[in-house]
């Protein structure tokens, strides 16, 4: 059984940092696309980055230069380190790994960043 188990959010002074983990287990993170979303209520869920199974990553403008997505083969897990927050980036974080050449789709349960001003 496929499992996302996300951790590292918290409440953060705005320009401070926090890393998000994503520990995946019942599914290889270096063989299958990856990413972090993000949902602030009522709102829909947004992409932030995402991470191919070769290692690309790409990411929304809005957090372009302030976040990284980088992954740890050997431990089977996906980070997100995010660096001069804003209040803006206040959502509930999500990780997802797709299966790759399948329609799988899989979430983790998400983890609240809250940035004050």
């Known amino acids: 059984q496929v499992q996302l188990v996300e951790s590292g959010g918290g409440l953060v002074k705005a320009g401070g940092s926090l890393r998000l983990s994503c520990a995946a287990s019942?599914?290889?993170?270096?063989?299958?696309?990856s990413g972090w979303y993000r949902q602030a209520p009522g709102l829909q869920r947004e992409l932030v980055g995402s991470i191919t199974s070769a290692g690309a990553t790409n990411y929304a403008d809005s957090v372009k230069g302030r976040f990284t997505i980088s992954r740890d083969n050997a431990k089977n897990t996906v980070y997100l380190q995010m660096n001069s927050l804003k209040p803006e980036d206040t959502a509930v974080y999500y990780c997802?790994?797709?299966?790759?050449?399948?329609?799988?789709?899989?979430w983790g349960q998400g983890t609240q960043v809250t940035v004050s001003s």
């Open positions: 019942g599914i290889t993170v270096s063989s299958n696309p």
């Open positions: 997802n790994v797709k299966r790759r050449f399948y329609t799988n789709d899989y």
